[in-house]
């Protein structure tokens, strides 16, 4: 039972425009979500969170909106840069207090290819 | 203190072998976690520690999986009696109590082949 779904495997996008990656979730436990960013050889490294008491948060490059009644969350890159290119992970947690302190749910990942 | 760090990166053994991955989180975490990681999916909570005391374990720990963390420090995963169906990457994170965005700290993870 896959409970955070990532339906698109990967991602090609010119450099300079935006790259949306999107997640779905079907437990409504989950209160917390978080995106990870992966490069190869490499562990996933944190890139954004938000919580279920808000619709957006942004930080730079990067924004993640949600929509709680859809269950669904995306992640907006803008402008897309050639060092973009990775695999993003969108993981969920029944709370921030638990994400630090308890299992992350993780999708299954997109792979991200920023074209020059 | 340059992150978390696993050894080894890569294990190669056969069949019914048993092997042992290190964990050495962040020093100031006290949250230590393991998940693994098959190809093409997202990785798996598999247990956590808080301190040397280990909270949780999911069910995909088997009986062969025993994970410790002594001193609550470093952290060991031992697999026994090792099947095909281990093969995968095994990733430790750490954090700490009270993080504000309960972000994990992932290690570059070791990789387990069984042949």
């Known amino acids: 039972d896959q409970q955070v779904k990532q339906n698109s495997p990967s991602l090609s996008v010119q450099e300079g425009r935006i790259s949306i990656l999107n997640c779905d979730y079907t437990?409504?436990?989950?209160?917390?979500f978080l995106w990870y960013k992966k490069y190869p050889a490499e562990g996933p490294t944190f890139l954004i969170s938000i919580s279920s008491i808000k619709d957006k948060n942004e930080d730079g490059r990067f924004t993640v909106f949600l929509n709680k009644s859809a269950k669904h969350l995306s992640l907006h890159i803008v402008p897309s840069q050639p060092g973009d290119s990775a695999v993003y992970f969108c993981?969920?947690?029944?709370?921030?207090?638990?994400?630090?302190?308890?299992?992350?749910?993780f999708g299954g990942g997109t792979r991200v290819l920023v074209k020059p | 203190d340059t992150g978390v760090s696993q050894d080894p990166r890569h294990k190669i053994t056969k069949r019914g072998q048993n092997v042992t991955f290190r964990c050495d989180p962040i020093s100031e975490h006290n949250r230590l976690y393991w998940y693994r990681q098959t190809l093409g999916q997202g990785p798996e909570f598999l247990t956590y520690?808080?301190?040397?005391?280990?909270?949780?374990k999911s069910r995909l720990l088997s009986d062969r999986f025993s994970a410790e963390r002594p001193k609550g420090s470093f952290s060991t995963l031992e697999i026994q009696r090792t099947e095909q169906g281990d093969s995968a990457m095994y990733l430790c994170a750490s954090s700490f109590l009270g993080e504000a965005t309960g972000e994990l700290f992932f290690g570059e993870g070791s990789r387990l082949t069984v042949l």
């Open positions: 437990n409504s436990m989950f209160d917390y």
């Open positions: 993981a969920a947690s029944p709370s921030m207090i638990k994400a630090a302190g308890n299992k992350l749910t």
């Open positions: 520690f808080q301190n040397e005391a280990q909270l949780e």
